[in-house]
Structures are given as C-alpha cells and as structure tokens.
C-alpha cells in the first residue's frame, strides 16, 4: 500500500489549497482514509477522515467549519480542501490508511496502518 500527498505550498492566509492523496492500486476501496498533520515541535494531529462508503466522516477541531473531506473511489484517492487558511495551519499533511473497515471513522493516528509521505503546507500571514 503507497499513499502519495500532492498539493500542498505556500498560500497566503485566507487563501486556499485543495490537498490530494492517490493510493496505490493495491489499496483496498474498503479502507478509511484520513488527513493529519504536524507542525515542528508538535504531535501529529488528526484532520478528518472519512469511510469507506463516504456514510461517515470526521474533523478536528481545527478543521472544523473550514475544510472539506471527500474521496473518490474510482481513483482511489482522498481529497482535503482547505479554505480560509490560517497561519496555525501550517504544517505537513500526512494522509492515512486505516484497514479496520469501520463504520466509523477513527480519529487517532494509531489507528491507522499506512502512511504517505506528506506534503507540507505554508500558510504566510
């Protein structure tokens, strides 16, 4: 399983990037899919996520109100889009991969198996 983020940059704050993460081939549709990220000097915080079947889906705190989870099954890929950036957003933006095929998205890190490289995202106020 290969997770390869695109999309991220520099972007001025209250702009907006639209985030991307294909997953390989041998990706099962089944699994959950989901965005963190992480700041220097900080622990990895979840984003969203969202299921298999798109019936479920999930945000931060942080995320909440602002970005956008959604997915696309035929080309098994994740999309995060992000609007009305703040300079706290910065950070690199991992996407994930849970296995468990909940029903439920799982908003802790551990709970998910693979792992992209991430795409870092600038936010200049």
């Known amino acids: 399983v290969q997770l390869q983020a695109s999309g991220g940059g520099l972007v001025q704050a209250g702009g907006s990037l639209r985030l991307s993460c294909a997953a390989s081939?041998?990706?099962?549709?089944?699994?959950?899919l989901g965005w963190f990220r992480q700041a220097p000097g900080k622990e990895r915080e979840f984003v969203a996520a969202?299921?298999?079947?798109?019936?479920?889906?999930d945000y931060g705190d942080s995320a909440k109100g602002r970005f956008t989870i959604s997915r696309d099954t035929a080309k098994n890929t994740v999309y995060l889009q992000m609007n009305s950036l703040k300079s706290e957003d910065t950070a690199r933006y991992y996407c994930?991969?849970?296995?468990?095929?909940?029903?439920?998205?799982?908003?802790?890190?551990?709970?998910?198996?693979?792992w992209g490289q991430g795409t870092l995202v600038t936010v200049s106020s």
């Open positions: 994930a991969a849970d296995r468990s095929m909940s029903r439920t998205v799982r908003i802790t890190a551990g709970a998910y198996e693979y």
């Open positions: 081939a041998r990706t099962s549709p089944f699994y959950t």
């Open positions: 969202i299921s298999w079947d798109r019936l479920s889906s």
